[in-house]
């Protein structure tokens, strides 16, 4: 095992001598960015999420802070903490949402008290199956790589079609502030292939804030397949590293664009090392002077090399290693107080037994002299006795009486049938217990009778009170029966004209108890609480109704419920139907001042939610009036929308940008916009920038004016997209039953 790893070792380091750092491996400190990190919705039909790994290269402990760089400035940003034992590697899978609980896209500023070696891949998955997920990775780029006013860099790979929809790929870019407390402004310059500038545009960039910009909406009139983004901060103190994208829209597969890094910071363009040869040393074995050469730890006989520690091999020491200064002929090495000595072996025989302790089934024993050991009474239990070993002739005649005997110990087959006869019976004749003919009486079956009387023609009681006593089980068919022919019938009951085939009467309880032992299904009729109870176990159910032209099940009630449906862990009443134009559940109140449906508590509609004639209302407390209540209706469109609105202040250009959610574009399109000045007339008020990029920018107005405005959009997410707002419709059939 450490052969290996010195080989490894010094190959990797020879190799490091002889070549350039290569400039997309990934580098360690303790200040690292990881550009692009988010756990949201993107682009339709793209959902984002994003695993973290740390790696600890020390031999001791990293404690490690990971900052969350939301797309805003980040004065204080969200922190999340951990401990990363030595040579181990941590990884957080949707790290945005297990670290922070957000919602959202941004980057990672890591750091930590060693050098660790950061990674990431975010991705978008459908559903929960990772292994379908397409997604690109980014190395931690330490903070010493950004750059700061009058530097630049360069970004290649990117492309971008016009209309956007067509392009095969659509390409982002953006940028990550690393000194926390400076601003500065960027500069990105579109090239194409043979350096020609074909448009600049200029962001600000605020403390540790997180900028990305989807090249599409931000250079509008480019339209190119092999695009270089020279990317530099003009002005500020501020220092930033900047990042691409490229994510196929067919496949959704992301790739990373990492900015170019200056020379001086990957060792000086690869200028290589001056070793011109490796001399094994002492215990070494190996080396060379041309090629890429190995050392060995040269390992003689018992000698274990492995985990890098060299060690006694086991079975290594042999008798030859061992020493017998200080020994003589017959002696052997033990252990002592002192430690290992040369002892004589003892020619001591025999032994002393000190004590006899009685085990399980028997008594007597002790410490000194003569002692004793017997068969204690009541010692020899089953568990000692092998099966049949116990037959009459060991048994003396009556020594056995009911006090030897457990209740129930004698079954059928320990009974002797010696002296009977088949279809005799064990009774009692004398005091005696002898085999005799079996008293006759009884019914023979089939049987059958009549006769007259003012109660019961047939009478039968048991009197026990414990056991569950039963007068009379009627049996039929031992296989199950086949439904509507000839099935076998229990009890039977037939009544003529006017009277009942079956009457259960019970004082205090069940007057009838009817059971399925198969299913364990059954029913009550007539108790103290149901007049009908039917229960069901695992899927059967407690009570059916059918019928072809009727009502399955009907309940009435007084001033109670008609039908009350109580479950503890399912839904409390269920309708179901498959026929147009059909209710699941169909409720009417022929009452005005009732209801057809009240509901007490949440209500969710997995659907369209229809208003047919009436208005959708809502109802709260009158806040003046005690005793009364405000009645609001919903507004109503011929389009599906969403509204969104607030509140903005404009700055000293008169001019304000307003974000909106991170997936506002993903669930609408068509906007619409509505701006009012408030406290002071502002006619140039307009909006200068429509939506892009999840903002939009309002200007044309004084310094500091408070604006409202309101943004409304036709709804377009994938529901809506599947299932397109018909205004005009033929009128279907009215509901019922």
């Not at 023979?444 to 048991?462: D, K, Y």
Request: glycine content about 16%.
């Amino acid at each position: 095992m450490l052969q290996s790893r010195v080989v490894l070792g010094i190959v990797l380091a020879i190799a490091s001598l002889a070549t350039a750092p290569s400039a997309f491996a990934g580098f360690s400190g303790t200040e690292l960015y990881l550009p692009a990190v988010g756990a949201a919705p993107g682009v339709p039909p793209a959902v984002w999420y994003t695993t973290v790994w740390v790696h600890n290269p020390n031999a001791t402990r990293a404690d490690v802070t990971f900052y969350l760089l939301e797309r805003q400035a980040n004065p204080s940003p969200r922190t999340a903490t951990d401990s990363i034992p030595p040579g181990d590697t941590r990884r957080y899978d949707n790290a945005v949402q297990t670290l922070f609980g957000f919602e959202g896209f941004g980057g990672l500023r890591i750091t930590a008290n060693v050098k660790v070696v950061v990674a990431s891949r975010i991705y978008s998955q459908p559903g929960s199956a990772i292994d379908e997920s397409t997604g690109q990775f980014f190395a931690g780029i330490p903070a010493s790589f950004s750059i700061g006013a009058g530097e630049s860099t360069e970004i290649v790979g990117g492309w971008q079609t016009r209309p956007p929809a067509d392009s095969d790929f659509r390409f982002n870019f953006g940028f990550i502030e690393t000194t926390g407390t400076g601003t500065c402004q960027v500069e990105v310059a579109a090239k194409d292939e043979m350096g020609t500038v074909l448009g600049t545009k200029s962001y600000p960039v605020r403390q540790w804030e997180q900028v990305q910009k989807a090249f599409a909406d931000q250079f509008p009139q480019i339209s190119d397949d092999n695009i270089r983004l020279t990317v530099t901060v003009t002005s500020g103190n501020g220092r930033v590293i900047a990042f691409g994208s490229s994510v196929s829209n067919g496949a959704q597969d992301p790739s990373t664009l990492e900015m170019a890094f200056a020379d001086e910071l990957l060792g000086g363009g690869g200028q290589g090392g001056t070793i011109t040869g490796v001399t094994a040393g002492a215990g070494l074995t190996g080396g060379g002077t041309t090629g890429t050469v190995v050392l060995d730890v040269g390992a003689g006989q018992g000698i274990d090399v492995g985990a890098n520690v060299v060690s006694i091999a086991d079975r290594g020491v042999t008798t030859e290693k061992i020493s017998t200064a200080g020994g003589s002929n017959g002696q052997v090495l033990t252990v002592t107080p002192s430690g290992a000595a040369w002892q004589e072996v003892s020619s001591s025989s025999g032994g002393d037994i000190t004590g006899v302790t009685a085990g399980a089934g028997l008594s007597g024993g002790g410490t000194t002299g003569d002692v004793t050991l017997a068969v204690a009474n009541g010692g020899i239990t089953n568990g000692m006795l092998a099966p049949d070993s116990v037959g009459t002739g060991e048994i003396v005649d009556g020594s056995i009486g009911n006090a030897e005997l457990a209740d129930w110990a004698v079954s059928r087959a320990k009974l002797s049938a010696t002296g009977g006869s088949d279809g005799q019976v064990l009774k009692l004749a004398g005091g005696a217990l002898t085999w005799a003919p079996d008293d006759a009486g009884g019914l023979t079956l089939p049987w059958s009778g009549q006769g007259a009387s003012t109660w019961a023609a047939f009478l039968v009681t048991n009197t026990e009170t414990i056991y569950g006593p039963v007068g009379i089980i009627g049996q039929a068919g031992t296989n199950p029966p086949t439904y509507g022919v000839g099935m076998p019938v229990g009890v039977r009951g037939e009544g003529g004209s006017g009277g009942t085939g079956v009457a259960g009467i019970a004082s205090d309880n069940i007057g009838v108890l009817g059971r399925n032992e198969q299913s364990l299904n059954g029913g009550y009729v007539g108790t103290p609480e149901e007049g009908v109870k039917g229960f069901g176990y695992a899927d059967g159910d407690g009570v059916v109704g059918e019928t072809e032209s009727g009502d399955g099940v009907r309940g009435y009630s007084m001033v109670g419920y008609g039908v009350h449906g109580v479950s503890m862990y399912g839904d409390g009443l269920f309708g179901e139907t498959n026929a147009d134009y059909k209710s699941g559940v169909y409720a009417v109140n022929t009452n005005p001042l009732g209801y057809a449906g009240y509901f007490s508590g949440r209500v969710e509609v997995n659907g369209d939610f229809q208003v047919s004639g009436g208005t959708k209302n809502f109802v709260i407390e009158h806040p003046l009036e005690p005793g009364r209540v405000l009645v609001h209706a919903a507004v109503e469109s011929s389009e599906v929308l969403n509204v969104y609105s607030g509140n903005v202040v404009l700055d000293r250009a008169g001019a304000a940008e307003v974000e909106l959610p991170v997936w506002f574009e993903a669930i609408n399109t068509d906007f619409r916009y509505q701006l009012t000045a408030v406290g002071a007339a502002a006619p140039g008020l307009h909006v200068a920038e429509e939506v892009a990029g999840n903002r939009f920018r309002i200007a044309g107005g004084p310094p500091g004016l408070k604006v409202s405005w309101e943004v409304t959009a036709v709804r377009n997410d994938r529901f809506m997209r599947e299932h397109p707002f018909e205004v005009e419709r033929d009128a279907p059939q009215a509901p019922g039953r």
